[in-house]
T-cell receptor, first 115, second 117 residues
């Protein structure tokens, strides 16, 4: 069964500084990987996804993520954080099996942005 | 509709009451998922429908939880005899097809927050 670990529960970053959120996954085959963002009281919004090909993927809002198979990681980065990036971020691994699709999420990382 | 719609957005129930949460997926979406998100945690898979067929209900925590999607569009998650541990946000998501692909990703609703007193 697949699983996702996000080692950092909280991260505080100054506005304008860079941000990196860690994600490690466990899955027996080639993974489908996702990053979602959740603002208070909102649903989950897809930031970016990796299915195959180029291991560096670009997403919305200036985010990017790099898939590293050897490290089973899919870390999310942003070069310069804006105050509006304060939210909770979830990494997820997708699997397709006999019973259909399933997304498995990590526990999330809450990002606080200091002015 | 343009997005996944969930109702009610907020529900307060007394312990022992039954509740029903509704999900309107994006029109034409084949796949529909329910997730449970406890406070401060990531979403946990509950169940998955492909059209009207419930293909995976392995995440339902007990037989008090029941989900249906009788006509392959709107879905209802029902919780009988609610307990305090059922307090959570219940998220619904839909996707156009069956298999993950570049175009077939999940779109989530805003969720229904259930508080059991």
């Amino acid at each position: 069964a697949q699983s996702v670990t996000q080692p950092d529960i909280h991260i505080t970053v100054s506005e304008g500084a860079s941000l990196e959120l860690r994600c490690n996954y466990s899955y027996g085959a080639t993974p489908y990987l996702f990053w979602y963002v959740q603002s208070p009281g909102q649903g989950l919004q897809l930031l970016l996804k990796y299915f195959s090909g180029d291991t560096l993927v670009q997403g919305i809002k200036g985010f990017e993520a790099e898939f590293k198979r050897s490290q089973s990681s899919f870390n999310l980065r942003k070069p310069s954080v804006h105050w509006s990036d304060a939210a909770e971020y979830f990494c997820a691994v997708g699997a397709y099996g006999a019973a259909g699709n399933k997304l498995t999420f990590g526990g999330g990382t809450r990002v606080l942005v200091k002015p | 509709g343009a997005g996944v719609s969930q109702s009610p957005r907020y529900k307060v129930a007394k312990r022992g009451q039954d509740v029903a949460l509704r999900c309107d997926p994006i029109s034409g979406h084949v796949s529909l998922f329910w997730y449970q998100q406890a406070l401060g945690q990531g979403p946990e898979f509950l169940t998955y429908f492909q059209n009207e067929a419930q293909l995976d209900k392995s995440g339902l925590p007990s037989d008090r939880f029941f989900a249906e999607r009788p006509e392959g569009s709107v879905s209802t998650l029902k919780i009988q005899r609610t307990q305090q541990e059922d307090s959570a946000v219940y998220l619904c998501a839909s996707s156009p097809g069956q298999v993950f692909s570049g175009a077939n990703v999940l779109t989530f609703g805003a969720g229904s927050r259930l508080t059991v007193l």
